[in-house]
């Protein structure tokens, strides 16, 4: 089946440093992927929506000069959480989907700012 | 916009059968998922139900009625490792592909 590559799994930096989190779909070209914000005990909450070649779509009330996301290749995407201070410290989650396959996601990255 | 319920919390015992329900309300039906998510780890895709009718697939069923905007994911002969968070989620029609997803329902086997 589909699988979905998330790197890294856990990542812990000081406050105000960046950090960079990629995902690739590595057997199928995904047209769109989709990054996940998740809290403890919470649901998944959308924070973007990106297709391969443009802009990403964010959701309301997600910064995007804060959480830029590039989507370069159809099987690559990355999140770059820039200037991250401890309340952004969170699960992070991409999935992929074209129009075949339904969302796939990656492990998750768990993010820890100190 | 959606509207998506379902149960907080639900424990069954080691071997039965367990039901977890969803309710939903939006302008435009695409289709709905389940997925299992573990405690501190990303979700797995279940089913997918795009149609009325029960779709089975091992112990795992899941039941779709558009026009009651409902469905239930059942789970037959319950082992423990079934113990995590089934997170309904359900995609609008208009050519997003997207789901909302639902709170989900943390379900506790025990023996």
């Known amino acids: 089946g589909a699988v979905v590559s998330q790197h890294p799994s856990w990542v812990i930096c000081k406050s105000g440093t960046s950090v960079k989190i990629e995902c690739r779909s590595l057997d199928f070209q995904a047209t769109t992927m989709f990054w996940y914000r998740q809290f403890p005990k919470q649901s998944l909450m959308l924070m973007a929506t990106?297709?391969?070649?443009?802009?990403?779509?964010?959701e309301q009330g997600v910064e995007k000069d804060k959480f830029l996301i590039n989507h370069a290749s159809l099987t690559l995407s990355t999140l770059t959480v820039t200037s991250a201070h401890p309340e952004d410290s969170s699960f992070y989650i991409c999935s992929a989907a074209d129009r075949a396959q339904p969302q796939h996601f990656g492990d998750g990255t768990r993010l820890s700012i100190l | 916009g959606q509207n998506i319920d379902q149960p907080t919390e639900m424990t069954a015992t080691e071997g039965a059968i367990v039901q977890i329900n969803c309710t939903y309300q939006t302008s435009g039906f695409n289709g709905l998922f389940w997925y299992q998510q573990h405690a501190g780890e990303a979700p797995t895709f279940l089913s997918y139900?795009?149609?009325?009718g029960l779709e089975e697939k091992g112990r795992f069923s899941s039941f779709l009625s558009r026009s009651k905007g409902y469905s239930y994911l059942l789970l037959k002969e319950l082992q423990m490792k079934d113990s995590a968070s089934y997170l309904c989620?359900?995609?609008?029609?208009?050519?997003?592909?997207?789901?909302?997803f639902g709170r989900g329902t943390s379900l506790i086997v025990h023996p």
């Open positions: 989620a359900v995609s609008e029609s208009g050519g997003s592909y997207i789901p909302t």
């Open positions: 990106s297709n391969e070649g443009s802009k990403a779509t964010y």
């Open positions: 139900n795009v149609l009325d």
